[in-house]
């Protein structure tokens, strides 16, 4: 009787130890949280990946910062403070410590919720961009353009550019890349992040069209059916280009789905055309 009784003693001292230890964690956790939203920048209200202290003491995601700084500059504004909107200076700190404590915050689980799934989101998208420079160091033409079309659209994390996207483009096409060939030629023709060349433009299209690119066939289809960017007007040689496009023939295929429905409408009207023609000449 004397030894159940010890027994059942010592578990109700288990239970109010563990209880008292759950309350221990669970206050932790709240005060972690708390202190969490002190990090978070004011900006894009998520935690940073590559924080900064700015001069008004506060914690910033360093590429939107420095964003809001120039916009500031740019329109002869002073620079105020994205928290308080307190004039203050332009310095900004790298907060490494910030970052390693964030890191550690959300691995073991303090922070979680929605502020931590958008960070680990956010950080596998920078993991993925970082991953595939260096791929690009190794002469990765797959990776040059990968970095072309995230720049393009802004993706991963990058910021729309397209003066990057050419850049990335255009590395591929020094290689003798087809896709790339095609991409950059299609951004010098049109002067899309970089100064317009048509001519230089059209010579890499050409080139790309000639090593069985569906992409580069389709552009010049179009131009030869519109007789523009300096190409004449040419039913025979747009019918030409634009059947390569869509019928499967071409080795390269990097052509999207929604210009390749347009390459097909516009080879169908030539088509009809053509063949109004022939029975008007069978009318005769």
């Known amino acids: 009787m004397a030894s159940a009784t010890r027994a059942g003693k010592r578990n109700r001292e288990l239970e109010e130890k563990l209880e008292q230890v759950q309350e221990r964690e669970k206050r932790l956790k709240t005060s972690a949280c708390a202190a969490a939203e ?3 920048c004011a900006i894009t209200h998520e935690l940073p990946l590559d924080p900064v202290t700015a001069e008004d003491g506060f914690i910033y995601e360093e590429r939107d910062i420095k964003e809001w700084i120039r916009k500031k500059q740019a329109d002869g504004d002073a620079v105020t403070s994205p928290r308080t909107n307190a004039q203050m200076g332009t310095k900004l700190l790298p907060a490494v ?5 964030i890191k550690d915050l959300v691995s073991n689980g303090v922070i979680d919720g929605e502020l931590a799934k958008q960070w680990k989101k956010s950080m596998d998208a920078k993991e993925k961009v970082e991953t595939t420079k260096k791929r690009v160091e190794h ?3 797959d990776a040059m353009l990968d970095l072309g ?5 802004g993706k991963f994390g990058l910021t729309k550019s397209d003066e990057e996207s050419y850049k990335w483009y255009k590395q591929a096409a020094d290689l003798k890349d087809t896709r790339g060939m095609a991409s950059a030629g299609w951004r010098l023709v049109k ?3 970089v100064e317009k060349s048509g ?3 059209l010579v890499l299209i050409s080139l790309a069209a000639e090593r069985g690119s569906d992409c580069a066939c389709a552009y010049l289809g179009s131009w030869y059916l519109r007789g523009k960017h300096g190409l004449p007007k040419d039913k025979e040689e747009a019918m030409r280009l634009l059947r390569r496009a869509t019928d499967g023939s071409c080795s390269v295929h990097h052509l999207n789905g929604e210009f390749k429905k347009k390459a097909k409408a516009m080879l169908q009207e030539l088509e009809t055309i053509d063949d109004e023609e022939n029975d008007a000449g ?3």
């Open 199 to 201: 001519r230089h433009g």
């Open 282 to 284: 069978d009318g005769e």
């Open 139 to 141: 002469g990765d033409v």
């Open 149 to 153: 079309k995230w720049y393009r659209h």
């Open 97 to 101: 410590q910030v970052r390693n404590n």
């Open 38 to 40: 002190h990090l978070v």
């Open 191 to 193: 002067g899309v992040g």
